[in-house]
Protein backbone atom coordinates (compact mmCIF):
# COMPACT_ATOMS: atom_id res chain seq x y z
CA UNK A 1 0.00 0.00 0.00
CA UNK A 2 1.30 3.59 -1.01
CA UNK A 3 2.15 5.88 2.07
CA UNK A 4 -0.51 8.30 2.77
CA UNK A 5 2.20 10.70 4.04
CA UNK A 6 4.13 10.99 0.54
CA UNK A 7 3.82 13.80 -1.97
CA UNK A 8 1.46 13.79 -4.50
CA UNK A 9 4.36 13.78 -7.30
CA UNK A 10 5.69 11.25 -5.02
CA UNK A 11 3.11 9.09 -5.20
CA UNK A 12 2.02 9.51 -9.13
CA UNK A 13 5.95 8.72 -9.81
CA UNK A 14 5.81 5.20 -8.00
CA UNK A 15 2.80 4.59 -9.79
CA UNK A 16 4.06 5.48 -13.28
CA UNK A 17 6.98 3.02 -12.24
CA UNK A 18 5.01 0.60 -11.42
CA UNK A 19 3.03 0.20 -14.23
CA UNK A 20 6.05 0.38 -16.52
CA UNK A 21 7.88 -1.92 -14.61
CA UNK A 22 4.15 -4.27 -15.15
CA UNK A 23 3.81 -3.72 -18.83
CA UNK A 24 7.83 -4.80 -19.43
CA UNK A 25 7.51 -7.94 -17.24
CA UNK A 26 3.90 -8.90 -17.54
CA UNK A 27 3.38 -11.45 -15.30
CA UNK A 28 6.61 -12.08 -14.33
CA UNK A 29 5.80 -11.20 -10.77
CA UNK A 30 3.43 -14.53 -10.41
CA UNK A 31 6.48 -16.30 -10.76
CA UNK A 32 8.64 -14.74 -8.29
CA UNK A 33 11.09 -17.69 -6.76
CA UNK A 34 13.85 -17.58 -4.28
CA UNK A 35 14.94 -20.89 -5.82
CA UNK A 36 14.86 -22.51 -9.03
CA UNK A 37 14.40 -21.13 -12.26
CA UNK A 38 11.87 -18.97 -13.10
CA UNK A 39 9.72 -21.08 -15.07
CA UNK A 40 8.78 -23.30 -12.05
CA UNK A 41 5.65 -23.96 -11.26
CA UNK A 42 6.58 -25.27 -8.14
CA UNK A 43 9.38 -27.20 -5.71
CA UNK A 44 9.73 -30.67 -6.08
CA UNK A 45 8.00 -33.35 -3.55
CA UNK A 46 10.40 -35.45 -1.57
CA UNK A 47 9.95 -38.36 0.47
CA UNK A 48 11.32 -41.36 1.73
CA UNK A 49 9.01 -44.26 2.31
CA UNK A 50 6.91 -43.96 -1.04
CA UNK A 51 5.43 -41.64 -3.61
CA UNK A 52 2.78 -41.52 -6.06
CA UNK A 53 2.57 -38.93 -9.22
CA UNK A 54 -0.63 -39.19 -11.42
CA UNK A 55 -2.64 -36.77 -13.38
CA UNK A 56 -5.52 -36.23 -10.73
CA UNK A 57 -5.10 -35.78 -6.86
CA UNK A 58 -7.63 -37.81 -6.13
CA UNK A 59 -5.96 -40.54 -7.79
CA UNK A 60 -2.30 -39.63 -6.43
CA UNK A 61 -4.04 -40.03 -2.66
CA UNK A 62 -5.43 -43.55 -3.28
CA UNK A 63 -2.03 -44.57 -4.40
CA UNK A 64 -0.34 -43.77 -1.93
CA UNK A 65 -3.12 -45.00 1.17
CA UNK A 66 -2.32 -48.18 -1.07
CA UNK A 67 1.57 -48.27 0.41
CA UNK A 68 0.65 -47.13 3.38
CA UNK A 69 -1.79 -49.86 3.77
CA UNK A 70 0.63 -52.47 2.99
CA UNK A 71 0.93 -52.75 -0.91
CA UNK A 72 3.93 -52.04 -3.03
CA UNK A 73 4.19 -49.69 -5.99
CA UNK A 74 2.47 -52.08 -8.57
CA UNK A 75 -0.43 -51.98 -6.46
CA UNK A 76 -0.25 -48.62 -5.83
CA UNK A 77 -0.22 -47.68 -9.53
CA UNK A 78 -3.20 -50.16 -10.04
CA UNK A 79 -5.59 -48.57 -7.67
CA UNK A 80 -4.58 -45.31 -8.92
CA UNK A 81 -5.18 -46.19 -12.71
CA UNK A 82 -8.53 -47.71 -11.47
CA UNK A 83 -9.09 -44.23 -9.66
CA UNK A 84 -8.09 -42.35 -12.63
CA UNK A 85 -11.00 -44.53 -14.77
CA UNK A 86 -13.46 -42.90 -13.10
CA UNK A 87 -11.83 -39.40 -12.12
CA UNK A 88 -10.44 -39.09 -15.84
CA UNK A 89 -12.44 -40.86 -18.23
CA UNK A 90 -11.04 -37.93 -20.72
CA UNK A 91 -8.31 -39.44 -20.77
CA UNK A 92 -8.37 -43.19 -19.80
CA UNK A 93 -10.64 -46.36 -18.38
CA UNK A 94 -10.80 -50.02 -18.39
CA UNK A 95 -11.99 -49.81 -22.30
CA UNK A 96 -8.49 -48.97 -23.49
CA UNK A 97 -4.97 -50.33 -23.66
CA UNK A 98 -1.98 -50.09 -21.12
CA UNK A 99 1.78 -50.08 -20.76
CA UNK A 100 4.00 -50.46 -17.79
CA UNK A 101 7.88 -50.69 -16.87
CA UNK A 102 8.42 -52.13 -13.83
CA UNK A 103 11.74 -51.80 -11.89
CA UNK A 104 11.72 -55.10 -9.55
CA UNK A 105 14.23 -54.15 -7.10
CA UNK A 106 14.63 -57.23 -5.28
CA UNK A 107 15.98 -58.53 -8.77
CA UNK A 108 17.12 -55.18 -9.75
CA UNK A 109 15.35 -55.98 -13.12
CA UNK A 110 13.44 -54.20 -15.10
CA UNK A 111 10.06 -55.78 -16.59
CA UNK A 112 8.10 -54.62 -19.49
CA UNK A 113 4.15 -55.05 -20.18
CA UNK A 114 2.64 -54.50 -23.58
CA UNK A 115 -0.97 -54.57 -22.77
CA UNK A 116 -2.48 -53.45 -25.78
CA UNK A 117 -5.47 -55.41 -27.33
CA UNK A 118 -5.82 -56.75 -31.12
CA UNK A 119 -8.22 -55.65 -34.17
CA UNK A 120 -11.48 -57.83 -34.38
CA UNK A 121 -11.09 -61.43 -36.28
CA UNK A 122 -14.18 -60.25 -38.19
CA UNK A 123 -13.25 -57.15 -39.25
CA UNK A 124 -11.05 -57.19 -42.34
CA UNK A 125 -9.32 -54.69 -44.99
CA UNK A 126 -11.85 -55.59 -47.53
CA UNK A 127 -14.91 -53.99 -44.87
CA UNK A 128 -13.35 -50.76 -45.09
CA UNK A 129 -12.72 -51.03 -49.24
CA UNK A 130 -16.19 -51.91 -49.42
CA UNK A 131 -17.54 -48.82 -47.54
CA UNK A 132 -14.94 -46.51 -49.70
CA UNK A 133 -13.24 -45.58 -46.69
CA UNK A 134 -9.82 -44.19 -47.33
CA UNK A 135 -8.69 -44.74 -43.79
CA UNK A 136 -10.54 -45.68 -40.77
CA UNK A 137 -13.04 -43.43 -38.73
CA UNK A 138 -12.10 -41.52 -35.64
CA UNK A 139 -15.16 -42.64 -33.94
CA UNK A 140 -18.00 -45.02 -33.94
CA UNK A 141 -17.74 -48.74 -34.45
CA UNK A 142 -15.26 -49.14 -36.85
CA UNK A 143 -12.22 -47.78 -34.63
CA UNK A 144 -12.68 -50.32 -31.43
CA UNK A 145 -10.00 -53.18 -30.72
CA UNK A 146 -9.86 -55.18 -27.10
CA UNK A 147 -9.43 -53.22 -24.80
CA UNK A 148 -6.26 -54.54 -22.68
CA UNK A 149 -5.89 -52.81 -19.50
CA UNK A 150 -8.16 -55.23 -17.36
CA UNK A 151 -5.65 -57.29 -18.46
CA UNK A 152 -2.83 -55.15 -17.94
CA UNK A 153 -3.40 -54.88 -13.93
CA UNK A 154 -3.60 -59.05 -13.58
CA UNK A 155 -0.78 -59.59 -15.40
CA UNK A 156 0.97 -57.03 -12.93
CA UNK A 157 -0.46 -57.95 -10.05
CA UNK A 158 -0.20 -61.15 -11.02
CA UNK A 159 3.48 -61.48 -10.65
CA UNK A 160 4.56 -58.67 -8.37
CA UNK A 161 1.33 -57.69 -6.38
CA UNK A 162 0.57 -57.74 -2.68
CA UNK A 163 -2.94 -56.66 -1.71
CA UNK A 164 -5.68 -58.78 -2.71
CA UNK A 165 -7.04 -57.20 -6.05
CA UNK A 166 -10.38 -56.12 -3.82
CA UNK A 167 -8.17 -53.70 -1.54
CA UNK A 168 -6.70 -52.56 -4.48
CA UNK A 169 -9.72 -51.38 -5.88
CA UNK A 170 -11.94 -50.59 -3.51
CA UNK A 171 -11.34 -47.16 -3.11
CA UNK A 172 -12.00 -46.74 -6.87
CA UNK A 173 -15.20 -48.18 -5.99
CA UNK A 174 -16.11 -46.23 -2.96
CA UNK A 175 -15.58 -43.02 -5.06
CA UNK A 176 -17.70 -44.37 -7.76
CA UNK A 177 -20.52 -45.54 -5.86
CA UNK A 178 -19.96 -41.66 -3.49
CA UNK A 179 -18.98 -39.46 -6.23
CA UNK A 180 -16.13 -37.33 -6.56
CA UNK A 181 -15.97 -33.50 -7.56
CA UNK A 182 -14.84 -33.16 -11.15
CA UNK A 183 -11.34 -31.37 -11.44
CA UNK A 184 -10.96 -28.28 -13.77
CA UNK A 185 -8.52 -29.39 -16.78
CA UNK A 186 -10.97 -32.80 -16.86
CA UNK A 187 -14.48 -30.43 -17.06
CA UNK A 188 -12.87 -28.69 -20.13
CA UNK A 189 -12.16 -31.98 -21.96
CA UNK A 190 -15.37 -33.44 -20.79
CA UNK A 191 -17.44 -31.29 -22.55
CA UNK A 192 -15.14 -31.37 -25.72
CA UNK A 193 -15.97 -35.01 -25.66
CA UNK A 194 -19.99 -34.68 -25.43
CA UNK A 195 -19.66 -32.05 -28.32
CA UNK A 196 -17.81 -35.05 -30.38
CA UNK A 197 -19.14 -38.24 -29.36
CA UNK A 198 -21.96 -37.28 -26.79
CA UNK A 199 -24.51 -38.66 -29.44
CA UNK A 200 -23.56 -42.40 -29.60
CA UNK A 201 -26.03 -44.86 -27.77
CA UNK A 202 -25.27 -45.01 -23.83
CA UNK A 203 -23.12 -42.52 -23.58
CA UNK A 204 -25.48 -39.36 -22.03
CA UNK A 205 -27.15 -42.41 -19.63
CA UNK A 206 -22.83 -42.45 -18.13
CA UNK A 207 -21.45 -39.51 -18.67
CA UNK A 208 -24.59 -36.71 -19.04
CA UNK A 209 -26.09 -36.49 -15.46
CA UNK A 210 -28.50 -33.96 -15.93
CA UNK A 211 -28.04 -33.93 -19.68
CA UNK A 212 -24.82 -32.00 -19.89
CA UNK A 213 -21.16 -32.68 -19.21
CA UNK A 214 -20.11 -31.96 -15.34
CA UNK A 215 -18.41 -28.76 -14.69
CA UNK A 216 -16.06 -27.85 -12.16
CA UNK A 217 -16.37 -28.82 -9.02
CA UNK A 218 -19.83 -30.85 -10.08
CA UNK A 219 -19.79 -34.39 -8.29
CA UNK A 220 -20.39 -37.11 -10.10
CA UNK A 221 -21.16 -40.64 -9.89
CA UNK A 222 -20.70 -43.70 -11.77
CA UNK A 223 -22.49 -46.66 -9.94
CA UNK A 224 -22.21 -48.45 -13.24
CA UNK A 225 -18.15 -48.52 -12.90
CA UNK A 226 -18.87 -49.04 -9.42
CA UNK A 227 -20.58 -52.52 -10.17
CA UNK A 228 -18.13 -53.50 -12.86
CA UNK A 229 -14.90 -53.08 -10.90
CA UNK A 230 -16.60 -55.05 -8.17
CA UNK A 231 -17.41 -57.60 -10.40
CA UNK A 232 -13.50 -57.68 -11.67
CA UNK A 233 -11.69 -57.60 -8.24
CA UNK A 234 -13.92 -60.60 -7.55
CA UNK A 235 -13.87 -62.54 -10.37
CA UNK A 236 -10.56 -61.21 -11.88
CA UNK A 237 -9.56 -60.92 -15.24
CA UNK A 238 -12.13 -63.59 -16.70
CA UNK A 239 -14.88 -61.40 -15.11
CA UNK A 240 -14.40 -59.18 -17.65
CA UNK A 241 -13.05 -60.91 -20.70
CA UNK A 242 -15.13 -64.23 -20.25
CA UNK A 243 -18.09 -63.14 -18.16
CA UNK A 244 -21.46 -61.16 -18.30
CA UNK A 245 -19.12 -58.15 -19.45
CA UNK A 246 -17.64 -59.20 -22.23
CA UNK A 247 -20.88 -60.57 -23.34
CA UNK A 248 -22.70 -57.25 -22.96
CA UNK A 249 -19.64 -55.39 -25.22
CA UNK A 250 -20.27 -58.23 -28.00
CA UNK A 251 -24.17 -57.78 -28.18
CA UNK A 252 -23.78 -54.04 -27.94
CA UNK A 253 -20.99 -53.77 -30.92
CA UNK A 254 -23.33 -56.07 -32.88
CA UNK A 255 -26.41 -53.74 -32.40
CA UNK A 256 -24.00 -50.48 -33.10
CA UNK A 257 -22.60 -52.08 -36.43
CA UNK A 258 -19.19 -52.84 -34.79
CA UNK A 259 -17.26 -56.35 -35.27
CA UNK A 260 -15.68 -56.64 -32.06
CA UNK A 261 -16.97 -59.41 -30.05
CA UNK A 262 -17.25 -62.11 -27.63
CA UNK A 263 -14.31 -64.28 -28.75
CA UNK A 264 -11.85 -61.43 -28.99
CA UNK A 265 -12.39 -60.32 -25.54
CA UNK A 266 -12.35 -64.23 -24.21
CA UNK A 267 -8.87 -64.79 -26.41
CA UNK A 268 -7.17 -61.73 -25.75
CA UNK A 269 -3.58 -62.27 -24.16
CA UNK A 270 -0.76 -59.14 -22.96
CA UNK A 271 2.38 -59.64 -23.35
CA UNK A 272 5.64 -59.43 -21.37
CA UNK A 273 8.74 -57.81 -23.17
CA UNK A 274 11.82 -56.57 -23.17
CA UNK A 275 12.46 -53.40 -22.58
CA UNK A 276 14.89 -51.54 -24.79
CA UNK A 277 17.31 -48.79 -24.19
CA UNK A 278 20.04 -46.33 -25.55
CA UNK A 279 22.96 -44.36 -23.19
CA UNK A 280 22.90 -40.84 -23.02
CA UNK A 281 25.35 -39.23 -21.63
CA UNK A 282 26.07 -42.20 -19.13
CA UNK A 283 22.32 -42.61 -18.67
CA UNK A 284 20.23 -45.16 -20.06
CA UNK A 285 17.02 -45.02 -21.10
CA UNK A 286 14.50 -47.41 -21.63
CA UNK A 287 11.76 -47.92 -23.71
CA UNK A 288 9.52 -50.66 -24.79
CA UNK A 289 10.18 -51.90 -28.06
CA UNK A 290 7.00 -51.33 -31.34
CA UNK A 291 4.38 -51.60 -31.65
CA UNK A 292 3.99 -48.49 -29.18
CA UNK A 293 6.30 -45.53 -30.31
CA UNK A 294 9.31 -45.19 -27.55
CA UNK A 295 12.15 -46.11 -29.63
CA UNK A 296 11.42 -42.76 -31.03
CA UNK A 297 12.49 -40.96 -28.34
CA UNK A 298 16.01 -43.16 -27.72
CA UNK A 299 16.29 -42.46 -31.69
CA UNK A 300 16.32 -38.61 -30.93
CA UNK A 301 18.59 -38.51 -28.04
CA UNK A 302 21.42 -40.67 -29.86
CA UNK A 303 21.61 -38.13 -33.03
CA UNK A 304 21.45 -35.39 -29.91
CA UNK A 305 24.84 -36.81 -28.23
CA UNK A 306 26.53 -35.22 -31.29
CA UNK A 307 25.82 -32.14 -30.26
CA UNK A 308 27.17 -29.86 -27.02
CA UNK A 309 23.70 -28.91 -26.24
CA UNK A 310 24.81 -27.26 -22.59
CA UNK A 311 26.58 -24.94 -24.53
CA UNK A 312 23.88 -23.94 -27.08
CA UNK A 313 21.71 -22.93 -24.36
CA UNK A 314 18.00 -24.39 -23.11
CA UNK A 315 15.32 -22.31 -25.32
CA UNK A 316 18.14 -21.09 -27.99
CA UNK A 317 17.68 -21.03 -31.28
CA UNK A 318 20.34 -23.74 -32.03
CA UNK A 319 19.08 -26.18 -29.84
CA UNK A 320 15.45 -26.41 -31.46
CA UNK A 321 16.14 -26.28 -34.74
CA UNK A 322 18.80 -29.03 -33.79
CA UNK A 323 15.88 -30.85 -31.83
CA UNK A 324 13.59 -30.24 -34.39
CA UNK A 325 15.68 -31.67 -37.34
CA UNK A 326 16.69 -34.72 -34.64
CA UNK A 327 13.08 -35.22 -34.24
CA UNK A 328 11.84 -35.16 -38.34
CA UNK A 329 14.33 -37.95 -39.13
CA UNK A 330 13.48 -40.27 -36.01
CA UNK A 331 9.95 -39.38 -36.98
CA UNK A 332 10.06 -40.88 -40.29
CA UNK A 333 11.36 -44.37 -39.53
CA UNK A 334 8.57 -44.33 -37.02
CA UNK A 335 6.38 -43.55 -39.64
CA UNK A 336 7.72 -46.48 -41.97
CA UNK A 337 8.60 -49.38 -39.69
CA UNK A 338 7.21 -49.02 -36.27
CA UNK A 339 4.35 -51.45 -36.10
CA UNK A 340 3.04 -54.73 -34.47
CA UNK A 341 5.99 -56.76 -34.34
CA UNK A 342 4.08 -60.22 -34.41
CA UNK A 343 3.23 -59.28 -37.80
CA UNK A 344 6.82 -57.57 -38.89
CA UNK A 345 10.74 -58.10 -38.43
CA UNK A 346 10.93 -54.20 -37.36
CA UNK A 347 14.56 -53.74 -37.11
CA UNK A 348 14.69 -52.38 -33.23
CA UNK A 349 18.26 -52.83 -32.66
CA UNK A 350 19.66 -51.06 -35.97
CA UNK A 351 16.70 -48.31 -35.56
CA UNK A 352 18.18 -47.54 -31.83
CA UNK A 353 21.75 -48.24 -32.50
CA UNK A 354 24.77 -45.70 -32.63
CA UNK A 355 25.56 -46.12 -35.97
CA UNK A 356 23.16 -45.48 -37.68
CA UNK A 357 22.13 -42.49 -35.35
CA UNK A 358 25.64 -40.93 -36.87
CA UNK A 359 24.44 -41.64 -40.32
CA UNK A 360 21.79 -39.58 -39.71
CA UNK A 361 22.63 -37.35 -38.24
CA UNK A 362 24.94 -36.14 -40.73
CA UNK A 363 21.79 -35.24 -42.55
CA UNK A 364 21.50 -32.16 -40.74
CA UNK A 365 22.26 -28.62 -41.89
CA UNK A 366 22.95 -26.15 -38.92
CA UNK A 367 21.71 -23.59 -40.79
CA UNK A 368 18.97 -24.80 -42.82
CA UNK A 369 15.34 -26.28 -41.58
CA UNK A 370 14.65 -29.61 -43.69
CA UNK A 371 11.59 -29.41 -46.04
CA UNK A 372 11.43 -33.30 -46.57
CA UNK A 373 13.05 -36.23 -45.04
CA UNK A 374 12.93 -40.22 -46.19
CA UNK A 375 13.32 -43.13 -43.73
CA UNK A 376 16.17 -44.69 -43.27
CA UNK A 377 16.84 -48.02 -45.68
CA UNK A 378 17.31 -50.94 -43.75
CA UNK A 379 19.80 -53.68 -45.36
CA UNK A 380 19.53 -57.17 -42.86
CA UNK A 381 -5.08 -38.10 -24.55
CA UNK A 382 -4.02 -40.33 -21.99
CA UNK A 383 -3.25 -40.77 -18.47
CA UNK A 384 0.31 -41.37 -17.27
CA UNK A 385 0.96 -42.08 -13.70
CA UNK A 386 4.00 -43.72 -11.48
CA UNK A 387 4.57 -45.21 -8.32
CA UNK A 388 7.97 -46.16 -6.17
CA UNK A 389 7.58 -47.85 -2.49
CA UNK A 390 9.59 -48.02 0.19
CA UNK A 391 11.81 -51.57 -0.96
CA UNK A 392 12.28 -49.60 -3.96
CA UNK A 393 10.11 -50.78 -6.34
CA UNK A 394 8.76 -48.48 -8.82
CA UNK A 395 6.78 -48.41 -11.77
CA UNK A 396 6.32 -46.28 -14.83
CA UNK A 397 2.46 -46.87 -16.05
CA UNK A 398 0.66 -45.33 -19.16
CA UNK A 399 -3.41 -45.96 -20.22
CA UNK A 400 -5.51 -44.21 -22.73
CA UNK A 401 -8.61 -44.67 -24.46
CA UNK A 402 -6.89 -42.83 -27.32
CA UNK A 403 -8.77 -39.82 -28.80
CA UNK A 404 -10.04 -38.53 -25.47
CA UNK A 405 -13.05 -40.38 -23.89
CA UNK A 406 -12.27 -43.01 -26.73
CA UNK A 407 -14.68 -44.44 -29.83
CA UNK A 408 -18.04 -42.88 -28.14
CA UNK A 409 -19.30 -46.75 -28.06
CA UNK A 410 -20.46 -47.23 -24.45
CA UNK A 411 -22.35 -50.35 -23.69
CA UNK A 412 -24.77 -50.37 -21.32
CA UNK A 413 -24.36 -50.16 -17.45
CA UNK A 414 -20.69 -51.12 -17.39
CA UNK A 415 -19.61 -47.23 -16.58
CA UNK A 416 -17.14 -46.71 -19.24
CA UNK A 417 -16.42 -46.30 -23.35
CA UNK A 418 -14.49 -48.75 -25.49
CA UNK A 419 -11.36 -47.07 -27.14
CA UNK A 420 -10.60 -46.21 -30.70
CA UNK A 421 -7.13 -47.12 -30.82
CA UNK A 422 -8.15 -48.76 -34.62
CA UNK A 423 -8.09 -45.69 -36.06
CA UNK A 424 -4.29 -45.84 -36.17
CA UNK A 425 -4.08 -48.60 -38.40
CA UNK A 426 -3.24 -47.56 -42.46
CA UNK A 427 -5.08 -48.95 -45.47
CA UNK A 428 -2.49 -48.30 -47.47
CA UNK A 429 -1.10 -51.96 -49.14
CA UNK A 430 2.20 -53.08 -48.25
CA UNK A 431 2.02 -50.90 -45.07
CA UNK A 432 3.70 -52.06 -41.90
CA UNK A 433 1.01 -50.75 -40.14
CA UNK A 434 -1.52 -51.65 -42.74
CA UNK A 435 -4.86 -53.07 -41.11
CA UNK A 436 -5.28 -57.08 -40.47
CA UNK A 437 -7.44 -58.91 -38.65
CA UNK A 438 -5.76 -59.81 -34.87
CA UNK A 439 -3.20 -57.12 -35.02
CA UNK A 440 -2.39 -54.36 -32.99
CA UNK A 441 -2.69 -51.09 -34.26
CA UNK A 442 0.85 -48.87 -33.85
CA UNK A 443 0.27 -46.91 -30.24
CA UNK A 444 1.24 -43.89 -29.21
CA UNK A 445 1.52 -44.49 -25.53
CA UNK A 446 4.97 -44.94 -24.27
CA UNK A 447 6.28 -45.38 -20.53
CA UNK A 448 9.57 -44.24 -19.75
CA UNK A 449 12.60 -45.04 -17.66
CA UNK A 450 16.36 -43.63 -16.40
CA UNK A 451 18.92 -46.10 -14.52
CA UNK A 452 22.26 -45.36 -14.15
CA UNK A 453 25.15 -47.86 -13.41
CA UNK A 454 22.56 -50.08 -12.96
CA UNK A 455 20.73 -48.24 -10.65
CA UNK A 456 17.14 -47.29 -10.88
CA UNK A 457 17.05 -43.05 -11.43
CA UNK A 458 13.80 -41.90 -13.20
CA UNK A 459 10.75 -43.29 -13.71
CA UNK A 460 8.39 -41.20 -16.22
CA UNK A 461 6.08 -40.22 -19.05
CA UNK A 462 4.49 -37.54 -20.69
CA UNK A 463 1.26 -38.28 -22.29
CA UNK A 464 -0.03 -36.57 -25.47
CA UNK A 465 -0.11 -38.80 -28.65
CA UNK A 466 2.80 -37.66 -31.14
CA UNK A 467 4.18 -35.39 -28.19
CA UNK A 468 5.01 -38.09 -26.39
CA UNK A 469 8.55 -39.03 -27.40
CA UNK A 470 9.04 -35.66 -28.03
CA UNK A 471 8.93 -34.64 -24.68
CA UNK A 472 10.25 -38.04 -23.66
CA UNK A 473 13.37 -36.69 -25.34
CA UNK A 474 13.24 -32.99 -24.21
CA UNK A 475 12.48 -33.78 -20.51
CA UNK A 476 15.72 -35.88 -20.55
CA UNK A 477 17.88 -33.00 -22.08
CA UNK A 478 16.40 -30.81 -19.59
CA UNK A 479 17.76 -32.99 -16.66
CA UNK A 480 20.74 -34.20 -18.02
CA UNK A 481 22.00 -30.93 -20.27
CA UNK A 482 20.66 -28.03 -19.11
CA UNK A 483 20.88 -29.06 -14.85
CA UNK A 484 17.43 -28.67 -14.61
CA UNK A 485 15.62 -30.43 -11.56
CA UNK A 486 12.85 -32.96 -11.71
CA UNK A 487 9.82 -30.37 -11.59
CA UNK A 488 11.71 -27.93 -13.66
CA UNK A 489 11.98 -30.41 -16.64
CA UNK A 490 8.52 -30.59 -16.99
CA UNK A 491 7.54 -26.68 -16.73
CA UNK A 492 10.05 -25.60 -18.59
CA UNK A 493 9.42 -23.92 -22.37
CA UNK A 494 8.26 -26.96 -24.82
CA UNK A 495 8.95 -27.29 -28.01
CA UNK A 496 6.56 -29.28 -30.67
CA UNK A 497 7.16 -30.42 -34.13
CA UNK A 498 4.14 -31.17 -36.20
CA UNK A 499 3.14 -31.87 -39.52
CA UNK A 500 5.18 -34.50 -40.06
CA UNK A 501 5.14 -38.39 -40.54
CA UNK A 502 1.88 -39.93 -39.34
CA UNK A 503 1.96 -43.51 -38.71
CA UNK A 504 0.29 -44.27 -42.31
CA UNK A 505 2.59 -41.83 -44.44
CA UNK A 506 5.89 -39.61 -44.64
CA UNK A 507 4.62 -36.21 -46.09
CA UNK A 508 6.47 -33.66 -44.65
CA UNK A 509 4.41 -30.77 -45.75
CA UNK A 510 6.98 -27.91 -46.58
CA UNK A 511 9.08 -29.36 -43.31
CA UNK A 512 6.08 -28.83 -40.89
CA UNK A 513 5.35 -26.53 -38.63
CA UNK A 514 7.05 -25.75 -35.20
CA UNK A 515 4.97 -24.85 -32.11
CA UNK A 516 6.78 -22.97 -29.34
CA UNK A 517 4.97 -22.48 -25.62
CA UNK A 518 5.20 -19.27 -23.87
CA UNK A 519 8.57 -18.38 -22.52
CA UNK A 520 10.75 -18.86 -25.27
CA UNK A 521 12.32 -15.50 -26.54
CA UNK A 522 11.10 -13.43 -29.56
CA UNK A 523 14.36 -13.29 -30.96
CA UNK A 524 15.19 -17.07 -30.78
CA UNK A 525 11.66 -16.85 -32.78
CA UNK A 526 13.00 -14.88 -35.56
CA UNK A 527 16.37 -16.97 -35.55
CA UNK A 528 14.36 -20.13 -35.94
CA UNK A 529 12.45 -18.31 -39.04
CA UNK A 530 15.47 -17.41 -40.50
CA UNK A 531 16.51 -20.92 -40.72
CA UNK A 532 13.44 -22.54 -42.57
CA UNK A 533 11.17 -23.29 -40.09
CA UNK A 534 7.24 -22.02 -39.96
CA UNK A 535 6.42 -21.12 -35.88
CA UNK A 536 2.42 -21.24 -35.44
CA UNK A 537 0.79 -20.33 -31.83
CA UNK A 538 1.02 -22.59 -29.11
CA UNK A 539 -2.61 -24.22 -28.72
CA UNK A 540 -3.24 -26.49 -25.94
CA UNK A 541 -1.30 -28.57 -23.58
CA UNK A 542 1.94 -30.37 -25.26
CA UNK A 543 1.52 -33.30 -23.07
CA UNK A 544 1.11 -33.99 -19.55
CA UNK A 545 4.16 -35.59 -17.66
CA UNK A 546 5.00 -36.74 -14.00
CA UNK A 547 8.12 -38.35 -12.97
CA UNK A 548 9.66 -39.65 -9.53
CA UNK A 549 13.38 -40.24 -9.41
CA UNK A 550 15.57 -42.20 -7.09
CA UNK A 551 18.14 -40.40 -5.32
CA UNK A 552 20.43 -43.66 -4.37
CA UNK A 553 22.87 -41.70 -2.14
CA UNK A 554 20.59 -40.27 0.52
CA UNK A 555 18.03 -42.95 -0.33
CA UNK A 556 14.85 -40.37 -1.22
CA UNK A 557 11.72 -40.24 -3.78
CA UNK A 558 11.47 -36.75 -5.93
CA UNK A 559 8.73 -36.31 -7.33
CA UNK A 560 7.24 -33.79 -10.11
CA UNK A 561 3.69 -33.36 -11.53
CA UNK A 562 2.34 -31.71 -15.11
CA UNK A 563 1.89 -27.69 -13.54
CA UNK A 564 -0.16 -27.22 -17.00
CA UNK A 565 -2.98 -30.03 -15.84
CA UNK A 566 -4.92 -31.30 -12.39
CA UNK A 567 -2.31 -33.43 -11.42
CA UNK A 568 -0.38 -34.13 -8.12
CA UNK A 569 2.92 -35.63 -6.90
CA UNK A 570 2.67 -36.96 -3.14
CA UNK A 571 4.79 -38.95 -0.77
CA UNK A 572 5.20 -40.08 2.61
Known amino acids: MLDPHMSTKNTIVIFISFLISWYVCGSAFAYDRITG???????????????????????????????????NAIDAAIAANAMLGLVEPTGSGIGGDLYAIVWVAEEKKLYGLNASGRSPKALTKEEFVARGLTSIPSFGPLPVSVPGAVDGWFMLHDKFGTLPM???????????????????????YWQMNVDRIGHYDGFADIFMPNGRAPRKGDVFKNPALAATYEKIAT?????????????????????????????DLATHTSDWVEPVYANYRGYDVWELPPNGQGIAALQILNILEHYDLESMGFGSADYIHTFVEAKKLAFEDRAKFYADMAFNDVPVDWLI??????????????????????????????????AADQQGNMVSLIQSNYRGMGSGMTPPGLGFILQNRGELFTLQDGHANVYAPGKRPFHTIIPGFVSRNGKPWLSFGVMGGATQPQMHAQIIVNLIDFGMNVQEAGDAPRVLHSGSSTPTGTLMMGGGEVHLESGIDEKVKRALMSKGHKLSPATGIYGGYQAIMWDDERKIYIGASESRKDGQAAGY
Open 166 to 188: TAVLTPAIEYAKNGFPVSEVIAH
Open 353 to 386: SKEYAAERQALIQPHKAAKTVDAGVYEGDTVYLT
Open 235 to 263: GGRDAFYKGDIARTISAYMKEQGGFLRYE
Open 37 to 71: EMFASRSEVIAQNGMVATSQPLATQVGLDVLKRGG
